[in-house]
């Protein structure tokens, strides 16, 4: 490992002073609205936020677009603002590719391929993706990790703290310490590049059954802890069939709903980045899944309460759902706590329960799930707030970040029948069976 990707004090410091002058000084701003009577324009003050982070190449960018799509973790005006942020951010040149390249495969590297391409394909928050070919001829994509990325991740996650703890202290409807924890976990893991070789390989098993999902092939003689060679697949980007005949945008939404859900209700495991750039549209309407960077897994005890959780609503079963809450790891749920998550709740499963062909929800935009969000946090704040748990904040995520998506695709699905194609025939010990066995042999930890 070379000096420059060190998790070093030096490292940090660099990466705090860059971040803290882009931050520390938003920060106070909105402290002293809260505390000394300022005017803030809030509005104008999430656009500065937006700026500063979108001149940084690293892990707090990811951060704010994925905080974005977590209700209630950030004020509204902050939202809107973080969801302009794009991943595709300016790439890095040749010279530090070239450098990079030689740290990780060594001086010859390039002799290792009969070719790869200057200009990157595609520069996100993180690394950027070369396209190359093997010495047989095989097409591939190169992850490249830029450099200092552990120190950038560290100095990065104690400026998100700073935020949530200035948010907190004026609302206490969402306590934001687990979500800040698992966002931590996830954020490091996605740094190790041979644990997504691993993810890649437990996920091309647990989907190598369904036609209509694509998942890469590591190259491991090619990849290293922080450059990982995988099989390109082509593929065309989602938003360009939004406007495509019926038939194929639903072809296409039947696809995802299976590449994300075939793996938590048959092995638990989640792919946590439901970002249009994680996947392609192949000519068949068939899914290219990318990108496992950010993959969990539930024990399978919390896949149960998912699904108890559907049945609670669906029969009115009020101590079925505190039982769910509870497996998912939601503790002194009093009564008046229970009514505003199942408000949620009955947002969230509200296309799953009706046996008919049906948009993800009856309008086009965002506007009502918005208008839910903001009617839970107002109730949350009245009742005393809640603290989510860590297992939480990814599943909600996907299921979020996925219904978005079908809204662009204007989907019209039995969304209810899909999902009983998963869940009839489930049994816990089962599934704890198949998840060891598949984790096992992808070299992925069990859930603890």
Same mark, same amino acid.
């Given at each position: =490992?070379?000096?420059?990707?060190?998790?070093?004090?030096?490292?940090?410091?660099?990466?705090?002073?860059?971040?803290?002058?882009?931050?520390?000084?938003?920060?106070?701003?909105?402290?002293?609205?809260?505390?000394?009577?300022?005017? *803030?324009?809030?509005?104008?003050?999430?656009?500065?936020?937006? @700026?500063?982070?979108?001149?940084?190449?690293?892990?707090?960018?990811?951060?704010?677009?994925?905080? @974005?799509?977590?209700?209630?973790? *950030?004020?509204?005006?902050?939202?809107?603002?973080?969801?302009?942020?794009?991943?595709?951010?300016?790439?890095?040149?040749?010279?530090?590719?070239?450098?990079?390249?030689?740290?990780?495969?060594?001086?010859?590297?390039?002799?290792?391929?009969?070719?790869?391409?200057?200009? @990157?394909?595609?520069?996100?928050?993180?690394?950027?993706?070369?396209?190359?070919?093997?010495?047989?001829?095989?097409?591939?994509?190169?992850? !490249?990790?830029?450099?200092?990325?552990?120190?950038?991740?560290?100095?990065?996650?104690?400026?998100?703290?700073?935020?949530?703890? *200035?948010?907190?202290?004026?609302?206490?409807?969402?306590?934001?310490?687990?979500?800040?924890?698992?966002?931590?976990?996830?954020?490091?893991?996605?740094?190790?590049?041979?644990?997504?070789?691993?993810?890649?390989?437990?996920?091309?098993?647990?989907?190598?059954?369904?036609?209509?999902?694509?998942? +890469?092939?590591?190259?491991?003689?090619?990849?290293?802890?922080?450059?990982?060679?995988?099989?390109?697949?082509?593929?065309?980007? !989602?938003?360009?069939?939004?406007?495509?005949?019926?038939?194929?945008?639903?072809?296409?939404?039947?696809?995802?709903?299976?590449?994300?859900?075939?793996?938590?209700?048959?092995?638990?495991?989640?792919?946590?980045?439901?970002?249009?750039?994680?996947?392609?549209?192949?000519?068949?309407?068939?899914?290219?899944?990318?990108?496992?960077?950010?993959?969990?897994?539930?024990?399978?005890?919390?896949?149960?309460?998912?699904?108890?959780?559907?049945?609670?609503?669906?029969?009115?079963?009020?101590?079925?759902?505190?039982?769910?809450?509870?497996?998912?790891?939601?503790?002194?749920?009093?009564?008046?706590?229970?009514?505003?998550?199942?408000?949620?709740?009955?947002?969230?499963?509200?296309?799953?329960?009706?046996?008919?062909?049906?948009?993800?929800?009856?309008?086009?935009?965002?506007?009502?799930?918005?208008?839910?969000?903001?009617?839970?946090?107002?109730?949350?704040?009245?009742?005393?707030?809640?603290? +989510? +748990?860590?297992?939480?904040?990814? =599943?909600?995520?996907?299921?979020?970040?996925?219904?978005?998506?079908?809204?662009? !695709?204007?989907?019209?699905?039995?969304?209810?029948?899909?999902?009983?194609?998963?869940?009839?025939?489930?049994?816990?010990?089962?599934?704890?069976?198949?998840?060891?066995?598949?984790?096992?042999?992808?070299?992925?930890?069990?859930?603890?």
């Amino acid at each position: =490992m070379s000096d420059s990707d060190e998790n070093t004090v030096g490292g940090r410091v660099r990466r705090y002073a860059r971040v803290g002058t882009a931050v520390g000084g938003l920060a106070a701003r909105l402290a002293g609205a809260r505390y000394l009577g300022f005017d *803030l324009d809030t509005g104008r003050h999430a656009q500065d936020l937006t @700026a500063a982070l979108g001149g940084l190449k690293g892990p707090l960018m990811k951060v704010a677009q994925l905080m @974005a799509t977590i209700p209630d973790a *950030l004020p509204e005006e902050y939202v809107r603002e973080l969801k302009q942020l794009q991943a595709n951010a300016p790439s890095m040149g040749w010279p530090f590719v070239r450098r990079r390249m030689a740290a990780e495969l060594g001086p010859g590297w390039r002799a290792k391929f009969a070719a790869f391409e200057r200009q @990157a394909a595609h520069a996100a928050s993180l690394g950027q993706v070369h396209r190359a070919q093997s010495l047989d001829g095989t097409a591939l994509a190169c992850k !490249l990790q830029y450099p200092d990325m552990a120190s950038a991740v560290e100095a990065d996650l104690s400026q998100l703290s700073l935020v949530f703890s *200035l948010y907190q202290r004026g609302d206490r409807a969402i306590a934001t310490g687990q979500i800040h924890a698992e966002i931590s976990a996830r954020l490091r893991e996605e740094l190790d590049y041979a644990l997504e070789a691993r993810h890649m390989a437990l996920y091309r098993a647990m989907l190598a059954d369904e036609a209509g999902v694509r998942v +890469p092939e590591t190259i491991p003689e090619l990849s290293t802890g922080r450059l990982l060679t995988m099989t390109w697949l082509e593929g065309r980007p !989602l938003l360009d069939y939004c406007e495509a005949d019926a038939g194929i945008r639903n072809d296409i939404a039947r696809n995802m709903f299976r590449a994300w859900y075939v793996p938590f209700y048959r092995f638990g495991v989640i792919h946590g980045d439901p970002h249009l750039g994680n996947y392609g549209i192949r000519p068949d309407n068939g899914l290219n899944l990318l990108d496992f960077g950010c993959v969990r897994v539930f024990p399978p005890s919390f896949v149960r309460g998912v699904i108890e959780l559907y049945r609670a609503l669906r029969d009115g079963d009020r101590e079925l759902a505190v039982h769910a809450y509870e497996t998912w790891g939601f503790r002194d749920l009093r009564r008046d706590v229970i009514d505003v998550l199942n408000i949620w709740a009955e947002f969230v499963y509200a296309p799953l329960l009706k046996d008919s062909v049906a948009r993800i929800q009856e309008s086009e935009s965002g506007i009502y799930g918005a208008k839910v969000a903001r009617r839970v946090h107002r109730e949350l704040r009245r009742v005393g707030g809640i603290a +989510p +748990p860590r297992e939480f904040v990814f =599943m909600d995520r996907a299921a979020i970040g996925l219904g978005s998506v079908f809204m662009h !695709l204007k989907a019209e699905i039995n969304w209810h029948r899909l999902f009983h194609d998963l869940i009839d025939d489930f049994d816990e010990a089962a599934l704890a069976e198949r998840q060891g066995g598949a984790l096992t042999a992808a070299g992925v930890p069990l859930p603890v």
